[in-house]
């Protein structure tokens, strides 16, 4: 099982940037697919971004695309996610999750129920 700790949220005004980070222990991120999810209050856990153990394929979902990054540094073992032009209704938890499977086409790394590690959250507000 391996163990993740979020960091880096905080409040930002609408246009703003923030980058997260999620450092991991306990399995090289080189042989994990990782993924990052948010929850607003009153929401369900949505998909927001996933990268690939194998060639650092990403995706993305639409309400993030082109705003939303992706990446990871193997060396420190850690994933990241930069936000740019952020806007209100990306006010949520954001946590970050590992899974275990290695083979499923990318695209298909949006449901939750594939990752079975999860960080503890951080929380990101998005003010007018």
């Known amino acids: 099982q391996v163990q993740l700790v979020e960091s880096g949220g905080g409040l930002v005004q609408a246009g703003g940037s923030l980058r997260l980070s999620c450092a991991a222990s306990?399995?090289?991120?080189?042989?994990?697919?990782m993924a990052w999810f948010r929850q607003a209050p009153g929401k369900e856990r949505e998909f927001v971004a996933t990268?690939?153990?194998?060639?650092?394929?990403?995706y993305y979902a639409d309400s993030v695309k082109g705003r939303f990054t992706i990446s990871r540094d193997n060396a420190k073992n850690t994933v990241y996610l930069q936000m740019n032009s952020l806007k209100p209704e990306d006010t949520a938890v954001y946590y970050c999750?590992?899974?275990?499977?290695?083979?499923?086409?990318?695209?298909?790394?949006?449901?939750?129920?594939?990752?079975?590690?999860w960080g503890q959250g951080t929380q990101v507000t998005v003010s007018v």
């Open positions: 306990g399995r090289p991120l080189s042989s994990t697919t």
């Open positions: 990268i690939s153990w194998s060639f650092g394929t990403t």
């Open positions: 999750a590992a899974t275990n499977l290695k083979y499923r086409p990318i695209a298909t790394m949006t449901d939750a129920r594939y990752f079975s590690s």
